[in-house]
């Protein structure tokens, strides 16, 4: 069935460094939907950015992300991370329904 | 402004007890679902619905019921609560994925079975 891999479950950085976030997936669609969503310390998941063209760069807030679909990727990336960034990410594939990965906390330092 | 609202924010339950989480939508979605999220497994899917009296299983939905009465109103009932349910539920809506419909979720409902 449709997945989705998310590698990293905890990411630690530096406050000014580059993020990434790694997500891959597994689909038997040709045209799926790719979606990032950021959740903030007791708050509920919202929407950061989405995709369905194939090599084409989106970006929100900040954050920017490709969707690759030689190589079934869709990794967010963010030039300099901030303190206010610290926060749990899910990357989503749509089928009929959104597929979640396992998530990856984002925890920057100063 | 169109929202996703749950109710209670907070509840605490005793073992063996029912339990009714509400959730409201006036983003006129089809689609309406409940999530549970602990940590270390991140969202996992109760149940679903497609519309007004419809429900479906998800991945994790023994020990659960739903009920959509309405558009708008979605439920998850838990008949005879136990202590493994303890967690953070959320409520979703949206309209068809795979046509790029993203899902609003409500503020989530704190569980703690005791």
């Known amino acids: 069935g449709d997945s989705v891999t998310q590698t990293e479950g905890l990411v630690t950085l530096t406050e000014g460094l580059p993020v990434m976030l790694n997500c891959t997936y597994q689909?038997?669609?040709?045209?799926?939907?790719l979606f990032w969503y950021v959740q903030h310390l007791n708050e509920s998941p919202r929407l950061l950015l989405k995709s369905f063209t194939d090599n084409k760069r989106t970006e929100h807030q900040g954050f920017h992300a490709t969707l690759h679909k030689s190589s079934s990727s869709f990794h967010l990336q963010k030039s300099s991370a901030q303190l206010s960034d610290s926060a749990l990410y899910y990357c989503?594939?749509?089928?009929?329904?959104?597929?979640w990965g396992s998530g990856t906390k984002l925890i920057i330092k100063p | 402004e169109a929202a996703v609202t749950q109710s209670p924010r907070n509840k605490v339950a005793v073992t063996g007890g029912k339990v009714t989480l509400s959730c409201n939508q006036t983003n006129n979605h089809n689609n309406m679902y409940w999530y549970r999220q602990d940590t270390g497994h991140g969202l996992r899917l109760i149940h679903y619905?497609?519309?007004?009296?419809?429900?479906e299983k998800g991945d994790i939905p023994d020990g659960y019921k739903a009920s959509r009465p309405s558009q708008e109103n979605f439920s998850l009932i838990l008949e005879l609560a136990t202590p493994s349910q303890t967690s953070v539920y959320f409520c979703a809506s949206g309209d068809e994925a795979g046509a790029g419909s993203d899902y609003t979720f409500g503020s989530g409902t704190r569980l703690l079975v005791i």
């Open positions: 619905s497609y519309g007004a009296g419809s429900t």
């Open positions: 989503a594939l749509s089928n009929y329904q959104l597929i």
């Open positions: 689909t038997i669609y040709s045209n799926p939907f």
